[in-house]
């Protein structure tokens, strides 16, 4: 099970069942979409964003992997943690200023409307690395083989 949890009021808004065995890794996306990875071979896409019972809606499984996933990585998972700093020194008139560009910047670099839809790899025990457009389709992108080792942690490059 996977809970959200409400840091200010220290109340777990949401809880998220489905998954057969442990979790691994877990990434919250930029379009209103949670991602979890299990031991039991697959990743959950839950709706987290919306009104009632939006929230907390799994919205498809994605299958692929022959054995458990260790790792998740997503393509704006830079921007996200970022927001609306980059490498220049920035400073912005009001909160209100500073989501704008933060917006500006996740719709620029892969997950806004304007941009190229988010992208989402796992990383797994069966030494294979899939992509996937979760909030598209339930179908992989691409399968990448070759590694001789599971695969126990990916990361998407920042440009």
């Not at 009632?52 to 498809?60: A, E, I, P, Y």
């Not at 560009?101 to 899939?130: H, K």
Request: aromatic content about 6%; proline content about 4%.
């Amino acid at each position: 099970t996977i809970k959200i949890w409400n840091v200010r009021t220290f109340r777990c808004e949401v809880s998220l069942s489905g998954h057969t065995d442990s979790v691994e890794a877990i990434r919250w996306g930029g379009v209103g979409l949670l991602y979890s990875a299990s031991r039991d071979r697959t990743i959950k896409v839950w709706g987290v964003e919306g009104e009632g019972n939006q929230v907390g809606k799994l919205v498809r499984t994605l299958s692929g992997h022959g054995h458990r996933i260790n790792a998740l990585a997503l393509s704006c998972e830079h921007v996200c943690r970022t927001g609306p700093f980059d490498h220049r020194p920035r400073t912005f008139a009001s909160p209100e200023e500073a989501q704008a560009a933060a917006q500006e910047r996740y719709d620029t670099m892969g997950g806004g409307q304007s941009a190229e839809v988010e992208r989402l790899v796992s990383g797994s025990d069966d030494y294979t690395l899939i992509l996937w457009t979760p909030s598209e389709s339930k179908q992989p992108v691409a399968r990448l083989t070759g590694h001789q080792q599971a695969v126990n942690d990916i990361a998407f490059s920042p440009d």
